[in-house]
């Protein structure tokens, strides 16, 4: 190849790369021409030591992952350890090599044979165990060929060119040598796509037979924002391709040193940009991403995947890992909402034929009340001297929030009771996210400190409109005039009252959304962490006054579709702020 | 013969790390073990082979059924049921 060659595949991660080809070695596992064997006994000896030989080498595989990259990543190898010898796969073999097999095709048919039925499977991560299998498979037919597998050792950061990876090779290999992975096959969920979303490097999958014709130490462009590598690019690509990564790379940098300052807009008024969070990991990342503290932390995951209650002291170290993780920043803490789209015996939630509209969030306290107690009582016990503000969800009438506030009074006065020096500074909030809620606003506020909208919910009730169905989502969108109306009311009402309000949903941090919210004069702004600096750089931007003139507009208009047109104008027509869709939306 | 039902609520269902503790788990006994995939009527495999316990596409939420036959069958279906409850928290 001479010329500048443009390959199209499947874009698995995302980034922008350049670098020379590495072209992956892969160990020639063609089978011997079918031969007969006479002696079954002697043809499983053969087997038998190929599959100890890869025994030891998995075992080695294994040390090295565990030392590398933790217990967790090394689990598959034990999985691995068991396919090898498992009983059933043995059987098979056995079987064929009585019907006179020879070994390699006797193993060989035995272990397609498995893999084929777990790609059959349905469930993604199930039937990916099928490149397991045919990891595993390989090791031992290579022995068994007496043709050991190809080292490859990537001596200088290079582009990955390959047909597809095993498990066993991503895990070994030398990461910090890879700038970007294009591989023939695989699909948006193979193992390679997994590894390089974990590690933030490009790759694109299914790209075809042809890259494997690309030589070691070619020059190459990897673009996984539209699928492409570019084979010895010309100069004019070349710059091209440069010109949109230094860009790229400069805005990010950009708005991530300025992501520590406070969001302050051009007339002096300053707005909270904090986090949604799901663990203590991500405390620690919203933290490196300028967040100011933490709009909404979901607690699910300490009651999901279990038979009963996590004990009192785990729940406080699973809060106190948060709270540690932020250095101080506030935290909001929603509680429990599981509905019954899960099963949760101990927590009586059943399986329901409407779960977003049953028993769930506050409704659980009328029957189950000793839960929310619980909750209260380990976020107390962790946030004891902390900035710590607590919020219900799914709050659609008033009863619930009375009821929630008498066991939050009591459990304090037992922590006090019990702990005679503790102090907290706490606050008690609800979720604004059902219709009614925001409708009866002015009824709620004087029994609490703060509201919280949640727009993903506060959509799909408003307009009646699951936000899973693909066939009406692109119709289930915030810019809805009537849940913006929704929105201005519970704002306006909270601010009558004097307490504050934030938004926790996902339109917060859609930049198009950014100018309305901050004319009807939102306070806090609850992202992904990752889309912190860009919400900041926006806010910076724009000012309040302005924004009053935009929020006036929008709210006049009769359609989803003319608000989005709108205010994705008034985006774009700020003096130099483009809208660049693909780092604009983040999704969380 | 020791009948069990167990409900799985690992959130990766009976694959990975929970399907190589369960094998494992079926492969100390004398037993015959041998378990189903209740929710998709799925027929009965060998409970001490991953492969064949992986087939069985066990996500969470699903019901198997477990059924040991041997001299320590009710050691192996109590032991079984433990670990499966306490999820997999070995």
Not at chain 1, 82 to 108: C, H, I, R, Y
Request: hydrophobic share 45%; with cysteine.
């Amino acid at each position: 190849m001479t010329k500048s060659t443009i390959f199209k595949g499947i874009s698995a991660a995302p980034g922008l790369a350049s670098g020379l080809a590495f072209l992956w070695q892969e160990t020639d596992l063609k089978l011997p021409e079918p031969y007969v064997c006479s002696d079954p006994e002697a043809a499983w000896q053969k087997i038998h030591a190929a599959i100890d030989q890869a025994k030891q080498e998995i075992g080695q595989i294994r040390l090295k992952a565990e030392s590398r990259l933790g217990k967790s990543e090394a689990a598959i190898f034990d999985a691995h350890l068991m396919m090898v010898e498992d009983v059933s796969l043995l059987e098979m073999v056995t079987e064929a090599l009585k019907a006179g097999a020879n070994p390699e095709a006797a193993w060989n048919n035995s272990i397609e044979a498995f893999a084929g039925m777990l790609e059959k499977l349905s469930d993604p991560l199930l039937s990916a165990r099928a490149a397991d299998v045919r990891d595993v498979g390989g090791r031992v037919l290579a022995h068994l060929l007496g043709r050991p597998l190809v080292e490859n050792t990537i001596e200088s950061p290079s582009i990955v060119i390959a047909r597809d990876l095993t498990p066993s090779q991503t895990t070994l290999m030398d990461h910090s040598k890879v700038l970007a992975f294009c591989t023939s096959e695989g699909g948006p969920t193979s193992h390679t796509a997994i590894l390089s979303k974990a590690l933030g490097i490009p790759a694109i999958v299914a790209m075809g037979e042809a890259i494997l014709g690309i030589s070691n130490g070619d020059l190459l462009l990897v673009n996984s924002e539209n699928g492409t590598l570019t084979c010895r690019p010309s100069e004019a690509q070349m710059l091209e391709f440069n010109r949109r990564q230094a860009q790229k790379s400069a805005q990010a940098s950009s708005d991530l040193e300025m992501a520590f300052q406070p969001a302050i807009t051009r007339d002096g008024f300053r707005v909270e940009v904090v986090a949604n969070i799901g663990s203590a990991e991500d405390a620690s990342l919203a933290v490196r991403y300028g967040a100011e503290g933490v709009g909404l932390f979901r607690t699910e995951f300490l009651y999901l995947n279990r038979s009963s209650m996590l004990v009192l002291n785990q729940q406080v170290e699973n809060y106190s890992q948060v709270i540690k993780a932020l250095q101080g920043l506030p935290l909001v803490v929603r509680t429990l909402d599981i509905g019954g789209d899960k099963q949760v015996d101990y927590l009586g939630i059943r399986k329901e034929g409407n779960p977003f509209l049953g028993w769930r969030g506050i409704r659980m306290v009328f029957e189950r009340p000793e839960i929310l107690a619980e909750q209260f009582r380990a976020l107390l016990l962790a946030g004891r001297g902390t900035d710590l503000r607590i919020m219900i969800p799914m709050v659609a009438r008033k009863e619930e929030v009375v009821r929630a506030r008498l066991i939050l009074d009591e459990t304090l006065q037992t922590v006090r009771d019990e702990h005679p020096s503790y102090q907290v500074r706490l606050q008690f909030g609800i979720m604004i996210e059902v219709p009614s809620a925001a409708l009866i606003a002015e009824h709620l506020a004087p029994l609490v400190d703060f509201f919280s909208i949640g727009t993903n919910d506060l959509t799909q009730y408003t307009l009646a409109m699951d936000r899973m169905n693909a066939r009406i989502a692109p119709f289930a969108t915030p810019f809805h005039p009537a849940v913006l109306r929704l929105i201005e009311r519970t704002i306006t009402v909270g601010h009558e009252y004097g307490k504050w309000v934030g938004m926790c949903g996902e339109f917060a941090g859609e930049p198009a959304a950014i100018p309305f919210l901050l004319g009807l004069e939102l306070d806090e702004f609850s992202i992904s962490p990752a889309s912190i600096p860009l919400a900041k750089r926006i806010i910076r931007q724009l000012s309040r006054k302005d924004c009053r003139e935009i929020a006036r507009f929008a709210l006049g208009l009769a359609e989803a579709g003319e608000v989005e047109a709108y205010l994705k104008s008034i985006l774009s027509g700020m003096s130099g702020l483009k809208f660049d869709s693909s780092i604009g939306l983040v999704k969380n | 013969m020791q009948k069990v039902k167990l409900t799985i609520h690992a959130e990766e269902g009976l694959h990975a790390r929970p399907a190589h503790l369960f094998c494992a788990e079926a492969g100390k006994y004398k037993s015959v073990v041998q378990v189903r995939n209740l929710t998709t009527a799925a027929d009965f495999v060998n409970a001490k082979s991953i492969l064949m316990v992986l087939t069985l596409g066990v996500m969470q939420g699903h019901v198997v059924e477990v059924a040991a036959e041997g001299e320590d069958e009710l050691l192996a279906a109590e032991n079984i049921r433990n670990l499966v409850e306490g999820n997999f928290a070995a």
